[in-house]
């Protein structure tokens, strides 16, 4: 199994300013996911971020708008930049399970509202 | 990939039990199909995989024909707590984790 720690849970930020989500797994992982979910729809992959290694973005997802972090095998941050109402959506960070636990564990979530 | 289509939305009461279908009619042959639950404010939680054939667990049963183009999450006696949002998806869970969710199907259990 997996624990993810995800901060912030939610925010409200004003047009055209950033936000860096933060994601700490308790244990360490190759491959990290970023989702978007928007209001009452389901999850869209935005990118995959391996330690050591730069991004992979998503169809649709550009590293200009959505930079990834990924320092260590245990935490990665995701920043939504030059934000625009069209971003207000809830985005999850994944991680596959450990030990022969290949399913994917979530976050809680990150509710951004853009004004 | 494979698409996957599952109903918007179903009603059931306390008691019973649910049974929610999904199609994937382009499966491929490595893809696992797998279903999440999702409360509000919370990210979806792992309920139950499968390759073919039946699978049950504590929470739930999952059965898959032999074609594999859809499969159907049997939940047993339902309270009101399983109300939440059900994603079918397919994908190489373990492998690529190239994964294809469904729109999901929300789910109210009445009293």
């Known amino acids: 199994s997996a624990v993810i720690s995800q901060k912030p849970s939610r925010d409200i930020c004003q047009r055209g300013t950033s936000l860096t989500i933060q994601c700490q797994v308790d244990s360490q992982v190759t491959m990290m996911f970023w989702y978007r979910q928007q209001p009452g729809q389901s999850l869209t992959l935005i990118a995959t971020?391996?330690?050591?290694?730069?991004?992979?973005?998503e169809s649709g997802f550009v590293i200009d708008k959505f930079p990834i972090s990924r320092p260590n095998l245990t935490f990665s941050t995701l920043t939504v930049s030059n934000m625009s109402p069209e971003d207000s959506s809830i985005y999850l960070c994944?991680?596959?399970?450990?030990?022969?636990?290949?399913?994917?564990?979530f976050g809680s979530g990150t509710q951004l509202s853009v004004l | 990939l494979a698409k996957t289509t599952q109903p918007i939305s179903m009603d059931s009461y306390e008691g019973q039990e649910v049974n929610i279908t999904c199609s994937h009619n382009n499966i491929a042959t490595n893809d696992y199909i797998t279903w999440y639950q999702q409360f509000p404010s919370q990210g979806p939680r792992f309920i139950i995989q499968g390759y073919k054939t039946k699978v049950t667990n504590e929470v739930a049963s999952l059965f898959i024909p032999a074609d594999r183009k859809s499969s159907t999450l049997s939940l047993p006696r339902v309270s009101l707590s399983d109300t939440a949002v059900y994603y079918c998806?397919?994908?190489?869970?373990?492998?690529?984790?190239?994964?294809?969710w469904g729109a999901g199907t929300k789910l109210i259990i009445k009293p």
């Open positions: 994944s991680v596959p399970g450990t030990g022969g636990d290949e399913k994917l564990f």
């Open positions: 998806l397919v994908g190489d869970m373990g492998g690529t984790y190239q994964l294809i």
């Open positions: 971020a391996n330690q050591g290694s730069e991004a992979t973005y």
